[in-house]
């Protein structure tokens, strides 16, 4: 069965500083991983997208890692803001169209306290 | 518009009413997704639409539940004689078609509550 599980369910941590969200998938065959950022009461906005050739991809303060070997990947976040408060939600695709391309994991939810 | 539109941003509707929600995606986004997302929780899938294919209905909950999209337009998501466990966040999220790589974009999403 494809799954996708994240870690931890939530988390809260200081104003500056850092912090690593993680997402494990059996999901096969695998095509690539995003990670969207979704703000309270809005729509999730993609981050990053990790192809299975990529290990590493940055954005900013946000830097995504990928393990295709062990299913694995993580979400870092640098030097932590207020505005970085939000849900993190690991998407991974199959190499399909239609719905079932898609895993959607449950979420992370950070919280940055000043 | 550039982005996808949801209509209403909030429906507030007592129990055994119909509802009909309004999803409007990016144009040229071929592929519609609707989502449920209940407080504090992970994303729910509900349908799919991928052009004038046979949508992928396998995750409605109920014969209550029932969406339409005329091409690869507008797309309403109704739910009829609505109970309380429908009170939920409902995203419609569009994409481009065959693109392995494609990104979802969500609308702000139809905050749904039943009295």
């Known amino acids: 069965k494809n799954q996708v599980e994240q870690s931890p369910q939530s988390l809260i941590i200081l104003e500056g500083k850092n912090c690593t969200l993680q997402?494990?998938?059996?999901?096969?065959?695998?095509?690539?991983l995003r990670w969207y950022k979704q703000d309270t009461g809005r729509g999730p906005v993609s981050l990053t997208i990790?192809?299975?050739?990529?290990n590493t991809k940055s954005n900013g303060r946000y830097t995504a890692t990928l393990d295709a070997d062990t299913k694995q990947s993580s979400l870092h976040i640098t030097a932590s803001q207020l505005s970085d408060s939000a849900s993190y939600i690991c998407?991974?695709?199959?190499?399909?169209?239609?719905?079932?391309?898609?895993?959607f994991g449950s979420g992370t939810r950070l919280q940055v306290q000043p | 518009g550039a982005g996808v539109s949801q209509s209403p941003s909030n429906k507030v509707t007592e129990k055994g009413k119909d509802v009909e929600l309004r999803c409007d995606p990016i144009?040229?986004?071929?592929?519609l997704y609707w989502y449920r997302q209940r407080l504090g929780q992970g994303l729910e899938f509900l349908i799919y639409?991928?052009?004038?294919?046979?949508?992928?209905k396998s995750g409605l909950p109920s014969d209550r539940f029932s969406a339409e999209r005329t091409g690869e337009s507008v797309s309403t998501l109704t739910i009829q004689r609505t109970q309380q466990e429908d009170s939920a966040v409902y995203l419609c999220?569009?994409?481009?078609?065959?693109?392995?790589?494609?990104?979802?974009?969500f609308g702000e999403g139809s905050r749904l509550t039943v009295l």
């Open positions: 144009s040229g986004h071929t592929a």
């Open positions: 999220a569009s994409r481009t078609a065959g693109a392995r790589t494609g990104e979802l974009f």
């Open positions: 990790m192809t299975f050739s990529e």
């Open positions: 639409f991928q052009g004038n294919s046979a949508p992928d």
């Open positions: 998407v991974v695709s199959l190499l399909d169209t239609g719905r079932r391309a898609l895993t």
């Open positions: 997402c494990n998938y059996t999901v096969s065959p695998f095509s690539n």
